[in-house]
């Protein structure tokens, strides 16, 4: 602590908890400035210089000051937290975005209220209008957006109504909403991750895909068909298989392959969830991979590297969806619904990332 924080502390009353005026005295700057260093301004914890947070920080040390984060409101009289809507808690990816936007909200001063929608459209507007009660400053859509107009028409009305009413709303993921978003190159990566297959030997290929109304399944779909393409690879109709975007659709859809699989080089599940329980499934079949058949995934799941060295995927970086979400939610100048961030995947083949 300074020195000269120390000698003023002397001359302030100890018959009373210590104020943010307070604090302001003895740091030797305005209530404004403390406020700013402590509780976060424009740029969170960032704002102001080292020195001055120090100081701040030191006074406020020295008085024994907390901040009341429940008493913390911005300007419009907001909360100061970020509402997160993710469709599974327990979903690898929907936690490392979690994990993203959480970090990401500790650098600026701010809370972030988790909210599940189970992949349920009634369930994900009804969170959306209770939202509008809790007065938090920005809302992070990261949930599976599809094609199905009506669904994608009611969310847009709950956004726009949170926007009109001075919550700033952010959309994870490629969707037609006009508002602003964190993006991710789903359709190249993918096309990359069939060139790489192909360019390997492997000719004879299903896919597994969530039903055809996700945005994000279908384009690495359409990615990872290209890329076949290019190498005049087609794959039949009857091997592009649609099931839940989890680990039991993985499983599910193996059964559905049936006897096709004793006739394939590789199924590529359009994520790492659908290739674990793919994996699993053909195990119980007396079916090894990647000894027998190779299955490959999407978003690179740590885990999977660690007990398969050349498991073959897409590294997401989906814990760089927290800063991006809360860069375009929270700091000036990047509120502009046209706003995108994008992201890229890095293809891994046979353990190998792909330098593009």
Known sequence: MHESARGRK??????KPPTLADVARLAGVSVPTASRALNGGVRGKDSGSPELRLRVLDAADALGYAVNPAAQTTKGGRARTVALLVSDIEDFGSATIISGVMHAAEKRGVSVAVRTT????????????????????????????????????????????????????????????????VTVDNHES?????????????????????????????????????????????????????????????YAAIDELGDRIRELDVIAAMSDAMAVGAIARLRELGIESPRDLEVTGFDHVPMLGDVLPRFSTVEVPLEAFGEAALSLALDEGLSDPSARIALYGTPIVHGEPIVR
Do not use: Y
């Not at 001075?166 to 508002?179: A, E, N, P, Q, Y």
């Not at 030997?201 to 068909?225: N, Y």
């Open 10 to 15: 002397s001359k302030l009353s100890v018959n």
């Open 118 to 181: 189970l992949d349920d459209p009634l369930r994900e507007i009804k969170l959306l209008s209770a939202l509008r009660g809790e007065r938090h400053r920005a809302v992070v859509i990261a949930t599976a957006r599809t094609t199905d107009a009506h669904r994608e028409q009611a969310l847009e009305a709950q956004l726009r109504t949170l926007d009109e009413h001075g919550t700033r709303v952010v959309i994870v993921g490629d969707s037609d909403l006009d508002f602003p978003a």
């Open 190 to 250: 993918s096309r990359l991750l069939a060139d790489a297959l192909a360019r390997s030997g492997k000719r004879r290929f299903a896919i597994l895909a969530a039903p055809p109304i996700e945005i994000t399944s279908r384009d690495r779909v359409h990615g990872f068909l290209q890329g076949l393409a290019e190498h005049d690879i087609a794959v039949p109709e009857s091997n592009v298989v649609h099931q839940a975007f989890s680990r039991d659709g993985g």
